[in-house]
């Protein structure tokens, strides 16, 4: 939920003036992009200046190129990273910009494919450095046949107005796994898994000096509990301490709140899913997590934790 949730707010950040190719790619009735013009900020974090006659009306999904990059041709399975700037469609006013903020980013496949077709076919069209205009009409634009034909029917001014410009397009790196108990004991015997120790009755996490972060979900199991085994559905009570890898620093402890904190193993990032199902109640394990299993790579701009995270985690029920 909280991916498809994303994939629909960055649907809400795109736009420019043609200037590009005679035939510039596009997805959809790309009409109401007629009036469209945009005259770029000085840098990439600058906002562009946008104008466009509203209320912009379109009765579909649409997306085009309006300006064309010189970069490569972006591809399928490819992390496309964007800043992009949302405009009501309605009445000309600004929803918001990301230009002085990092890139987000949005992955070429499948599920773009079904959650945003237009976009998706005009980004594999698009060249690094585009610029591209995309269009969401109002809920009520879409009409069934019947009354789209009914003469009392009218077009449905667009919802939201975006414009974003294409930063960069990399191949989408191999998903991480959880490692075997047997890479998990190699790196722990050579030193490069995090440590931790109690103190007032908290723990303390230590990442290693100079060891490169693991490659994959590392499970590494400190006290075996022998209660209740958990599954990657059952409601649990545990608790907690994260830090980054990168730098060590604490972001979040239940120990720090005084309470355990209760959730469902299917509702939380897919490293605490697959990291504590199998587990018993009563293990204490710690956690390595790697981003694409934590919480991806555009934690930073959504306000969560980035990079590789490190759990102490003790597991007190399993309901």
């Known amino acids: 939920m909280r991916k498809v949730m994303a994939l629909a707010a960055a649907a809400s950040l795109l736009l420019l003036s043609a200037c590009g190719s005679a035939a510039p790619?596009?997805?959809?009735?790309?009409a109401p992009f007629a009036s469209l013009k945009v005259t770029p900020g000085k840098d990439d974090s600058s906002d562009p200046t946008v104008t466009f006659d509203s209320p912009l009306v379109a009765t579909e999904t649409a997306a085009k190129v309006v300006v064309e990059g010189k970069g490569e041709t972006i591809k399928e399975n490819q992390n496309v990273k964007f800043k992009s700037v949302a405009y009501n469609a309605e009445d000309g006013s600004l929803i918001g910009s990301g230009f002085s903020q990092a890139p987000l980013t949005l992955p070429t496949t499948g599920e773009m494919k079904t959650q945003m077709p237009?976009?998706?076919d005009t980004f594999?069209?698009?060249?690094?450095?585009?610029?591209i205009a995309f269009v969401e009409p109002a809920a009520e634009a879409a009409a069934t046949p019947s009354e789209s034909a009914s003469p009392s029917?009218?077009?449905a001014a667009a919802k939201t107005l975006v414009v974003l410009k294409v930063i960069s397009?990399?191949?989408?790196?191999?998903?991480?796994?959880?490692?075997?108990?047997d890479e998990v004991k190699k790196l722990k015997d050579s030193g490069a898994l995090p440590t931790f120790e109690m103190k007032d009755g908290k723990?303390?996490?230590t990442i290693p000096k100079d060891k490169t972060e693991p490659a994959g979900l590392v499970v590494d199991i400190v006290k075996e509990g022998t209660g209740k085994v958990a599954t990657a559905t059952s409601d649990v009570s545990a608790n907690y301490t994260g830090v980054r890898w990168?730098?060590?620093k604490q972001f979040d402890s239940s120990y720090d709140r005084g309470a355990a904190s209760d959730f469902n193993l299917s509702q939380v990032i897919k490293g605490w899913t697959q990291g504590l199902s199998g587990?018993?109640?009563?293990?204490?394990?710690m956690l390595t997590i790697p981003t694409d299993m934590a919480y991806g790579p555009d934690a930073a701009s959504q306000g969560r934790p980035a990079g590789t995270l490190v759990f102490f985690v003790e597991l007190k029920e399993v309901k």
């Open 169 to 181: 397009a990399e191949a989408i790196p191999p998903a991480s796994e959880k490692l075997g108990p």
């Open 203 to 205: 723990p303390a996490i």
């Open 25 to 30: 790619a596009s997805s959809g009735d790309t």
């Open 246 to 248: 990168e730098d060590g």
């Open 279 to 285: 587990l018993k109640a009563g293990t204490q394990v």
């Open 153 to 155: 029917a009218s077009p």
């Open 118 to 120: 237009a976009l998706y």
């Open 124 to 131: 594999l069209a698009a060249k690094v450095g585009s610029w």
